[in-house]
């Protein structure tokens, strides 16, 4: 199936991929063969490396005369490279790998500069990533026929086996199918679904690190969630969000929760935190959802999403900052400034909400509006955003540090003791300027407080 085919990757050679292939073979390999197969220009993805024919010590002391070397990836037969451009790249030996049980680190591995880089390509995951393009030659090594899965917009295991070996190739192999637009070979299809309980297996790490691939890199993620709920992968990944599959709505919602977080979630920004606040924002529903006089409703769903959201992010072994700001969205995202809201109302908004999340909050606004077909949330976050610019411009104080006095100035003017009791009298003015933010000069902030004082 090794059909020699030749390509040009656009670009001349760097010196030190000119001195390696003086004494050895060099490939690019993997996801890189296969980017510039479908378009990507030179330079434009990550490059990644297979040199054949060199002993590892070799490799080492040749790369060191161009850049820097790490060696963190050494028992794998793996280098990190930089070249003087500054771009780190993956320099392996061609390798074998012998799994020994069902968890990531149950692997022999195995590095042999002698064997054939067709061994190497066989071991991966699937056929358009076990390509290899000689740098010398120009010869694309395809010993799976990847390249003709590619022409054909299609995603097939390199072996039966393969998702035994590491459950994740699974969502990998999901998340490829939704960035590439592919449809999945029925056979490996069909490994996958029998082979979907495994994921339970795999670290939450690995499982995020797909699962952030597929929200930031798919231009529809939708494709890769709705693939995994019908091939049941869902619920050994994400089973709160596949729970929520047939949850009907009331008329503002033509969609059940399930298929509206989706949609919601191909509306929204590639940003991570964007794209988990809408994929997440409803999931809270399918527990609060009652009929109040014949009719359906959803009374507090923001509260119970976020939490719910917050424990998925969690298990997943988000950073506590994403975690933080995903919560603030779901649980502000039924927000709708009007007005009649005053402009001291819409400052304590931004103050809950945070003001570094008003872009996003707009956007999941829009994403939620436009999945159920309110294209009128558009004209209302132009006027809202316009409202928001303005109470911004002014001089308000929308954190504490914004205030005119601080702590030592409290502490001086009362006479009192550093203490709870300072932070208490600082959220107390503050409160006062978020009304009128006038207040916030020293002078006033020294009388108000001053006022306050007699009052106790």
């Known amino acids: 199936m090794n059909r020699q085919s030749t390509f040009d990757p656009g670009r001349e050679l760097y010196a030190w991929e000119r001195h390696l292939l003086e004494i050895c073979d060099l490939y690019l390999v993997g996801g890189t063969v296969r980017e510039m197969l479908r378009g990507a220009g030179a330079g434009s993805v ?19 005369r161009f850049g820097s070397v790490n060696l963190v990836g050494k028992s794998f037969g793996v280098i990190k490279f930089t070249p003087p451009s500054g771009r780190t790249v993956d ?6 790998e012998f799994s020994t049980g069902i968890a990531h680190r149950d692997f022999s591995v195995r590095f042999d500069p ?9 071991r991966r995951d699937f056929t358009v990533n076990s390509m290899a393009l000689h740098l010398g030659t120009r010869i694309v090594v395809d010993p799976l026929g990847g390249r003709a899965d590619l022409e054909k917009r299609l995603l097939r295991v390199n072996r039966r086996d393969s998702f035994l070996e590491d459950p ?5 192999g999901v998340q490829l199918m939704a960035r590439l637009d592919f449809a ?8 996958m679904r029998r082979n979907g309980a495994l994921l339970e297996s795999v670290s939450a790490e690995r499982v995020r690190d797909e699962l952030n691939k597929l929200l930031g890199l798919a231009d529809k993620p939708s494709r890769g969630f709705l ?13 709160e969000l596949d729970a929520t599959f047939g949850v009907e709505q009331n ?5 059940d929760v399930f298929m509206h977080g989706l949609k919601s979630c191909d509306r929204a920004g590639p940003e991570l935190p964007l794209r988990w606040s809408a994929l997440l924002h409803d999931i809270g529903k399918k527990e609060m959802k009652q009929v109040v006089d014949g009719r359906t409703v959803f009374y507090r769903h923001e509260e119970a999403s976020a939490r719910d959201a917050d424990a998925i992010l969690e298990r997943l072994r988000f950073p506590r900052d994403l975690r933080r700001k995903v919560v603030s969205l779901i649980v502000h995202h039924m927000f709708n400034i009007t007005d009649d809201w005053s402009d001291a109302a819409v400052r304590r908004f931004i103050v809950r909400a945070g003001r570094e999340n008003l872009g996003d909050l707009l956007a999941l606004r829009e994403a939620d509006g436009l999945s159920r077909g309110d294209d009128a949330v558009v004209a209302q976050n132009a006027s809202i955003r316009k409202r928001f610019e303005r109470v911004l411009a002014s001089e ?21 003791p550093e203490g709870p009791e300072v932070g208490k009298i600082l959220r107390r003015l503050f409160e006062a300027v978020i009304e009128n933010p006038e207040e916030n000069t020293r002078e006033r902030l020294i009388a108000l407080l001053l006022r306050l004082r007699e009052k106790e």
Do not use: C, N, Q, W
């Not at 693939?227 to 869902?234: A, K, N, Q, T």
């Open 91 to 96: 320099i392996s030996l061609p390798r074998t």
């Open 227 to 239: 693939f995994m709920h019908e091939e049941g992968i869902l619920p050994f990944v994400l089973p």
């Open 114 to 122: 002698r064997l054939p880089v067709e061994r190497d390509l066989e």
């Open 396 to 416: 308000a104080a929308f954190k504490i540090g914004d205030l005119a006095i601080g702590g030592a100035d409290i502490i001086e003017t009362l006479g009192i």
């Open 251 to 255: 008329e503002f919602h033509p969609d």
């Open 46 to 64: 990550d490059e990644d490396y297979l040199a054949s024919g060199i002993e590892y010590d070799d490799l080492v002391s040749r790369l060191e």
């Open 184 to 191: 999945v070979e029925e056979e490996t299809r069909a490994d």
């Open 168 to 172: 994740l190739r699974i969502l990998r």
